[in-house]
């Protein structure tokens, strides 16, 4: 089930034997931890019914002992189960033995009295394990990252539910500054939403002011300005962030990633990828992609080549001390964007 479906079900119907979270998206991860507890505090639960358990530390044994434990003045035991990393493919050393079978056997018949809760938070699990495949068995809660749509609806849901506006602007640059991850999304929401109090609006320059910018993301400014011929504020840029001390070494690294990944977007585009099949075949963030197929429908393949050809270059002559590393950054920004205007 989803993390709605599970939140919901979790507050009001009656609780499952045993869950599974799934997914690496930290933010819906901690709202169902918080509504299992919710609904502890909310059936009168002593503390004493609540234990959690680390697997890094801890042996399923000491799991199952639990499990098979009735609670203490109350109709259930929350238990939680954090670390499952037998789960997964991972090795790792110094960790107690696991009772792996005891698991399959105790999730044959769970008792009714105890409300497992295995929280395997981790990118991929082992689906070819007897284990994995008993516990897929139970309810599991899915948390992973939210595709772009699903992003904007749960964001807009939220500020309109605080009675806040946002400008379409605004707003796609918010997403772009917290790279499409919720949880970076919601850490930096609620001083846009003070500031803009009730009734108001999340203009384009509160994000601007309030919403940190990585590096990354000023090269991918950089980036846009070179590419639409804009000496004077690519210039700029790069000052500022020469300014604040930033290598220029460092800065060619990242640009060269940047027009490597317009390459790629290209090249994949002429051979009739579409957005999904890039991102995947090139493990970055559909929107990553989505932004660079926009830029490269406006330039000629050769551009892009030539442009990543000289970086590389570039790079080479500074690090073997055959250039200065600043006047070689500023020559490139000079002649791509008089290249471009023409």
Do not use: C
Request: glycine share 4%; hydrophobic share 40%.
């Amino acid at each position: 089930m989803n993390t709605q479906e599970a939140l919901q079900q979790i507050r009001t119907a009656p609780l499952k034997s045993v869950y599974l979270v799934t997914g690496t998206e930290d933010y819906l991860v901690q709202e169902i931890r918080q509504a299992f507890l919710d609904r502890m505090k909310k059936d009168d639960l002593e503390e004493l019914n609540f234990m959690s358990f680390d697997m890094e530390e801890n042996g399923l044994g000491a799991v199952i002992d639990e499990a098979e434990t009735l609670p203490f003045f109350g109709d259930y035991r929350l238990i939680f189960v954090e670390n499952p990393y037998f789960l997964t493919g991972e090795k790792k050393s110094n960790v107690p033995d696991q009772d792996v079978d005891g698991l399959v056997d105790y999730l044959k018949q769970p008792l009714d009295t105890s409300i497992l809760v295995f929280w395997a938070n981790y990118p991929k699990l082992d689906a070819r394990k007897k284990i994995t495949k008993a516990l897929k068995k139970t309810a599991v809660i899915e948390a992973a990252p939210l595709q772009e749509r699903d992003l904007r609806n749960f964001l807009q849901r939220y500020i309109s539910n605080e009675n806040v506006k946002i400008s379409k602007e605004a707003f796609d640059l918010f997403l772009r500054l917290t790279d499409f991850d919720l949880s970076t999304a919601m850490n930096e929401i609620e001083k846009l939403l003070l500031l803009a109090g009730e009734g108001g609006t999340i203009t384009l320059q509160l994000v601007q002011d309030l919403v940190p910018k990585t590096l990354e993301h000023n090269i991918f400014e950089l980036t846009e300005q070179i590419l639409k011929g804009d000496t004077e504020k690519a210039y700029q840029t790069y000052e500022e962030l020469h300014l604040q001390g930033e290598e220029t070494i460092k800065l060619t690294a990242i640009l060269i990633g940047q027009i490597r990944l317009l390459l790629q977007t290209k090249l994949l585009q002429k051979n009739g990828y579409q957005q999904a099949n890039i991102a995947e075949t090139l493990g970055v963030h559909p929107y990553r992609v989505k932004l660079a197929m926009q830029q490269v429908a406006k330039f000629p393949l050769n551009l892009l080549v030539s442009m990543y050809d000289e970086l590389v270059e570039n790079d080479y002559e500074v690090k073997t001390g055959q250039a200065d590393k600043e006047m070689n950054f500023q020559l490139f920004i000079l002649k791509t964007t008089e290249k471009i205007k023409k």
